[in-house]
């Protein structure tokens, strides 16, 4: 990006020689999963969003629109994922207006390992890459530091070894849709229950050659909020109040009745 | 360890600095200014790293200054504690970051009204009805918390600032050398006579 | 003092109501321990839109007066003022612009949105990633306990005068098991018709 500053890097740097410690970004200890089937393929993650131990989220998006037919998922630090997964859009969106084509995964591929390989790791985004493109179903990963992968199926994030699990014992060759995303459900549900970084609901979604490409948001919502057992309202009132300014967005006006009698000298 | 106190009072604002100037385990000087006039009816009092408080004391005097004559009216005491936050905070994301904590005291003409501003070397600005810097504000808030009110008149404000330094000069472990004492007021900057 | 984000201590908490919005902090500024100051407002407000601020005083200062020039000009170029979620992403892009020296705040983000009159809330880790909510977003040194304050306290469709007393309880309480934040807080209770801002009693230790 020729556009972020380094403006306050001296001064923070210097902070941190004077004893301060570095601050938490949110990051979206992830379970993110993706998988091929024949004739597309599916990307799905969880939707809890960390900062430290605290959940900062319970229902964010991890899953980035690319272009129409590609879709990204993210693990790492979450504010990455968002501007990186930005800008390629934006760079994508322009690439196949210059050159006419419909945009492919690989050149999106190519776009982000070489923008992640000149930041050298330090924006730290953690893709998998998924869409349909005139080559086909196409499923990779990119780790932060710009190396890529490309398979059947790939997990990344913090509940990445709980999904390959399920990914491992369960994958097969020549799967359909529904199969498909049975499996990826699974490996996410893997990651939401067994790994403290994951948890809420599954997001899915699927690209398949031919047609367009469809977000499951809230796919699945194994941990919806029970109903409050009572109301914790407070009487009006309760607050003790010192002072009180009013701003009026809209100017009051009395408008005498229409058929009222008016009075008029005689 | 020195010592910068600034209290408002109706129409003026006091404000106090020690005269010793220490180094390591040392008084170097016993008449030390920690003040710089910034304007008419504007000073600025500082604490911090050796080198850094006059420079940058003199760096914000010598553009108050050149405002004032390029312009033919003094920036207000507001501006220049907006001017002088600016400065700092700039200072902040530079190689060396000026370490320097000030109090700017002001009587603004136009609005009548006196003003005191505590900056400390993060650049953050407040306004306050009075303020210290260093350990000089561990043993000085509780007192002004207790006895400052918003419309004191100028004996009033002076008493409290002397129930202040007896404090210091009763609690704090060395020998600061009595205070130099200041008022701001619409008249423009006098000395008083020194609280020993 | 090992952390940027609390030398200077304060929180911040808004909250989504029917047709209305809640935005709250304290008024405390420290420098670590010792209270400075008891009057130092959190929140700003540009045109339909209002920004709570908490974290190191002088990006606190230094970025309201940045979405001040933003926001101006934005008026200039586009003859309105700003919604509420091109605010958000005006905030995002602003606080990742500085992604390797960013400025250590936790903005939130409060208003109605003038074309659809949805209310909208939101917040921000220091380098810009924007948590959408649909309940409340929390900010500051007493963020932990704002949490389980809300989680607790916060239900789905209260009217404006249930929101405040919500929002103030919400605040007065987390504020009371944080030494950083407190001395004073205010509210902000916004709905398509009127914004009141009430100033609330709060404990002085």
């Known amino acids: ?266 | 360890m020195d010592i910068v106190l600034g209290i408002t009072t109706k129409d003026a604002v006091i404000i106090a600095t020690s005269k010793a100037a220490v180094r390591g385990i040392s008084i170097l000087k016993v008449t030390d200014d920690k003040t710089r006039q910034l304007s008419d009816n504007s000073l600025m009092a500082f604490t911090g790293e050796a080198g850094d408080t006059v420079q940058f004391a003199e760096l914000i005097q010598a553009n108050a200054r050149l405002y004032s004559m390029r312009n033919g009216v003094d920036l207000s005491p507001t501006a220049i504690s907006n001017f002088t936050r600016n400065e700092l905070a700039n200072a902040l994301r530079s190689r060396k970051p000026f370490q320097v904590n000030v109090l700017i005291a002001g009587f603004d003409k136009k609005t009548n009204k006196s003003s005191l501003n505590w900056i400390d070397y993060l650049a953050a600005n407040v306004s306050l009805p009075y303020a210290a810097h260093g350990y000089a504000s561990y043993y000085t808030l509780s007192l002004l918390d207790r006895h400052h009110k918003k419309d004191m008149n100028l004996e009033e404000g002076l008493e409290l600032l002397k129930a202040c330094i007896a404090e210091l000069q009763k609690r704090i472990p060395f020998d600061f050398k009595g205070v130099y004492v200041k008022i701001v007021d619409k008249d423009g900057v006098r000395d008083l006579d020194d609280i020993e | 003092m090992s952390n940027p984000q609390e030398i200077n201590g304060g929180a911040a908490v808004a909250m989504v109501g029917k047709d209305c919005v809640a935005i709250a902090c304290d008024l405390r500024m420290g420098s670590s321990a010792l209270g400075v100051s008891n009057d130092f407002e959190k929140i700003f407000n540009y045109g339909n839109v209002y920004l709570g601020l908490t974290g190191l005083a002088t990006d606190v200062l230094t970025l309201s007066d940045v979405f001040k020039f933003k926001t101006n000009l934005y008026k200039m170029r586009e003859e309105r003022a700003i919604e509420p979620q091109t605010f958000a992403n005006l905030v995002s892009s602003t606080l990742y612009e500085k992604r390797f020296g960013p400025y250590f705040v936790g903005p939130i983000v409060a208003g109605i949105n003038s074309v659809d009159n949805k209310p909208f809330i939101c917040g921000f880790d220091l380098i810009g990633c924007i948590d959408f909510a649909k309940d409340f977003i929390v900010s500051g040194t007493a963020s932990d306990q704002l949490y389980g304050m809300c989680e607790s306290l916060w239900e789905p469709g209260l009217e404006a005068d249930d929101l405040f007393e919500t929002i103030s309880q919400a605040l007065l309480n987390g504020l009371d098991r944080d030494a950083l934040s407190g001395w004073g807080a205010v509210v902000y209770i916004i709905t398509k018709e009127k914004v009141v801002k009430r100033l609330l009693k709060t404990r002085q230790d």
């Not at chain 1, 599954?202 to 909020?225: A, F, I, Q």
């Open chain 1, 1 to 266: 990006m020729p556009g972020l500053s380094f403006e306050n890097y001296q001064r923070n740097q210097h902070l941190a020689t004077s004893g301060f410690a570095v601050p938490k970004t949110t990051s979206t200890g992830t379970t993110i999963v993706g998988c091929k089937f024949d004739g597309g393929v599916v990307i799905a993650a969880d939707t809890r969003a960390t900062a430290g131990d605290i959940v900062a989220d319970k229902n964010c998006e991890k899953l980035h629109c690319i272009s129409s037919n590609i879709w990204c998922a993210g693990a790492g630090t979450a504010a990455d994922t968002e501007m990186v997964t930005q800008i390629i859009s934006s760079n994508i969106e322009l690439h196949s207006l210059s050159t006419g084509r419909q945009p492919r995964v690989v050149t999106c591929l190519t776009m982000l390992k070489q923008h992640l390989f000149k930041y050298q790791g330090h924006i730290g985004a953690y893709l998998i890459v998924a869409g349909v493109d005139p080559t086909g179903p196409q499923l990779m990963s990119i780790h932060a530091h710009g190396s890529t992968d490309i398979g059947y199926y790939l997990s990344l994030g913090s509940g990445s070894m709980a999904a390959m699990a399920v990914l491992e014992s369960k994958w097969k060759r020549e799967m359909n849709k529904e199969e498909a995303m049975a499996l990826c459900t699974e490996a996410i549900e893997s990651g939401i229950w067994n790994d403290l970084g994951s948890g809420s609901n599954v997001d899915m979604c699927v690209m398949e050659v031919g047609k367009d490409s469809v977000l499951h948001r809230n796919y699945r919502t194994p941990n919806v909020r029970a109903q409050k057992e009572r109301s914790y309202k407070f009487a009006r009132g309760t607050t003790g109040i010192l002072g009180q300014t009013v701003r009026n967005l809209v100017d009051v006006v009395e408008v005498p009745i229409a058929n009222e009698e008016m009075e008029v000298d005689s």
